[in-house]
């Protein structure tokens, strides 16, 4: 096995065989099989699987569950590098894409989800991690808001092509599958093979990491996590259940939604750059909650499906200002503990996905509009959350509060 390298020796690199740029190829590869699984998901397990409410919340919950046990990566991590663990973790999100249509039921979908979200989730761990310690802090904001609009161009090809080739061709959802995971998978592997490993400047504590100085971050993520489920599961089934939209129709909307991204990630994250995460979170949860609102309006006032489809792109817009608290944590945090803290922030943040779609989905079944005005509620408590972030955050100076005590004991 080649000798690590260290990033500051990563320039001399050919430019498509550095750090960053193997970040943007991640940030290419991993929409390929989610989004087209995402794409079908909804009409997948409606046509075929002839799922209800219910049934849907459950998918979720299982898919959630191994967001919940991702502080596993800590213990994969002093074994297997996290490079390599990530495109391991793409691979597997890749197969198991690809091979969803074999298993139309039930629970042959429970199962093929699991695997799926076991590399889906490693991966989206292990890159998080990797992103705060291979990017300078003076330039995380705008790349990582580059590497949204990366995402972004990559899942609108996925659902251009979708939307050109679906009726036209008279497509299967097992074609669409195996072709958007196997690409995944091909590609992960190229990666893996065709790529140096890099050895960031600070090695990476290899144990849980708990730290009472980063309680905002956590109590934020568990919030983001909760809130998101609600977007995830409930928004995109409303198009399908409510609206009664056919594949084309949902991935129209969904293009619509990711040209706009494209254009706004990196003024988003120059925004991050230049208001600061205090100012960017509070906007965008003040947004959210706004929106999420309006959602229930659609169900209780009987408002219209171009409503409907305005909010869900000004969902994805605000949620693209998530970055913001990526980049509040890289500035508060010890350089070691960035990977162990990535894993628990993740499994923080599945605490409530792996029950909340399950017992949302029956609420559901009873009241739609109660599910968004719950969400409501949560975007509100997050903007309570992001009150507390100073304008200048850093090591000692976590949230407004600390510079009124006693620096804790670790």
């Keep these: 096995m080649l000798k690590p390298m260290p990033l500051s020796q990563a320039q001399s690199l050919p430019f ?26 909804n009409n997948f397990v409606i046509e075929v699987a002839d799922f209800d409410g219910a049934d849907i919340g ?18 994969v991590i002093i074994f297997v590098r996290e490079q390599v663990l990530a495109m391991i973790s793409l691979m597997l999100l890749g197969v198991a894409t690809a091979v969803t249509a074999w298993f139309p039921s039930l629970g042959g979908l429970l199962f093929v989800t699991l695997f799926s979200s076991i590399g889906f989730h490693y991966y989206e761990t292990v890159n998080q991690s990797l992103q705060l310690q291979w990017l ?26 979708i939307v050109l080739t679906w009726d036209r061709f008279d497509l299967s959802y097992n074609t669409v599958f195996m072709a958007a995971g196997g690409l995944t998978a091909v590609l992960a592997l190229f990666c893996l093979i065709a790529y140096p490993q890099f050895d960031a400047p600070t ?18 993520q568990f919030m983001a996590g909760a809130r998101r489920q609600i977007f995830v599961v409930f928004a995109g089934f409303m198009m399908v259940e409510r609206f009664g939209f056919e594949v084309h129709h949902l991935t129209s909307l969904y293009l619509i939604n ?7 990630a990196p003024l988003l994250g120059k925004a991050v750059a230049v208001f600061g995460e205090r100012r960017t979170l509070i906007f965008e949860y003040l947004g959210l909650a706004i929106v999420f609102a309006a959602y229930g309006g659609i169900y209780w006032f009987g408002w219209g499906v171009l409503l409907a489809a305005i909010l869900y792109v000004i ?24 990977a162990p803290t990535a894993a ?25 509009g109660a599910v968004f005005g719950l969400a409501a509620g949560m975007a509100l408590i997050s903007l309570a959350l992001s009150l507390l972030i100073p304008r200048h955050p850093e090591p000692g100076n976590e949230t407004i509060f600390s510079k009124y005590a006693p620096a804790p004991a670790e």
């Design 16 to 41: 498509w065989r550095r750090p960053v740029t193997l970040l943007f190829v991640m940030a290419l590869t991993m929409p390929i099989a989610f989004n087209a699984w995402s794409a079908l998901l």
């Design 58 to 75: 459950l998918l979720h919950t299982v898919r959630e569950i191994p967001g919940f046990l991702a502080v596993g990566v800590i213990a």
């Design 136 to 161: 300078p802090k003076d330039r995380a904001p705008q790349v990582l808001g580059w590497l949204v609009a990366m995402g972004s161009a990559s899942t609108l090809v996925v659902y251009g092509l």
């Design 203 to 220: 090695p990476q504590t290899k144990k849980i990491v708990l730290r009472r100085r980063y309680w905002l971050y956590y109590a934020l």
């Design 258 to 264: 990711l040209i706009i991204n494209m254009a706004a």
């Design 315 to 338: 969902d994805h817009v605000l949620f693209a200002l998530a970055l913001a608290l990526k980049t509040y944590f890289q500035k508060i945090a010890d350089p070691a503990d960035i």
């Design 344 to 368: 628990v922030a993740f499994t923080i943040n599945h605490i409530a996905a792996v029950f909340l779609p399950a017992l949302l989905g029956l609420l559901w079944v009873v009241s739609p």
